[in-house]
């Protein structure tokens, strides 16, 4: 029972890097969405894909782009690494975005930018 | 104002004991609501969904006040397991920043 997927659990990145982000699921979920978490403020949304094939911002979408690859992967890439985002990067899937859907987390990337 | 705003604690509170979290959201136009369990450096877990009557699953309890436009969390019975931090949800995709609870022996 995999669910989903993130890939790397851990990075170390010199500021301007790039990095691409994997998540995958298993559940044949249709919604999947990013999310950011740091310390005292919660997850914050990033991007979400409602369906294959269609992508939104969330709350805090600069500095970061997202590919909705096919209905099992969503990526999240950061162009040009900042300290400012350093932090835990979670994926997500539910079954659809609207309506009352809990989502399934994957455990985390943690990412440090130096 | 947050769209979502919960009380961060800590509360720290003895086994047994019986112990209950708000959570306020500003949009009243919220349709669904949810509490997460995340452990520490873990990823939250769906704890409880929040129906609009209130809901119950053994040892916790969910309610959802409309008018007040918040929700609420009761954990009866305290587990030493029930330590961490709980998030509340609303419309599936706003977190607010987690209550951490702590139950001591």
């Known amino acids: 029972n995999a669910g989903v997927t993130q890939t790397p659990k851990f990075q170390v990145l010199k500021t301007g890097q790039s990095m691409t982000l994997q998540c995958a699921q298993d559940?044949?979920?249709?919604?999947m969405y990013w999310y950011r978490q740091d310390p005292g403020m919660g997850l914050r949304l990033i991007y979400y894909?409602?369906?294959?094939?269609?992508?939104d911002k969330g709350e805090v979408p600069n500095g970061y782009n997202v590919s909705r690859l096919n209905k099992r992967e969503f990526s999240l890439r950061l162009e040009s690494a900042a300290p400012s985002q350093t932090s835990v990067y979670f994926c997500?899937?539910?079954?659809?975005?609207?309506?009352?859907?809990?989502?399934?987390f994957g455990d985390g990337t943690r990412l440090s930018i130096l | 104002r947050k769209e979502v705003e919960q009380d961060p604690g800590p509360f720290n509170v003895p086994e047994g004991a019986t112990v209950a979290f708000n959570c306020t959201y500003s949009?009243?136009?919220?349709?669904?609501f949810f509490w997460y369990r995340q452990d520490c450096r873990k990823e939250p877990k769906l704890l409880m969904s929040?129906?609009?009557s209130g809901n119950e699953d053994g040892r916790f309890t969910a309610q959802l006040n409309r008018a007040s436009q918040y929700i609420s969390l009761l954990i009866r019975d305290s587990k030493l397991s029930d330590s961490a931090t709980y998030l509340c949800?609303?419309?599936?995709?706003?977190f607010g920043a987690g209550t951490r609870l702590t139950v001591k022996p």
């Open positions: 997500a899937s539910s079954s659809y975005q609207a309506g009352n859907q809990p989502q399934h």
């Open positions: 559940m044949n979920h249709n919604s």
């Open positions: 929040v129906y609009s």
């Open positions: 949800v609303v419309n599936a995709m706003r």
């Open positions: 894909s409602a369906s294959e094939g269609t992508t």
């Open positions: 949009n009243s136009a919220s349709q669904s």
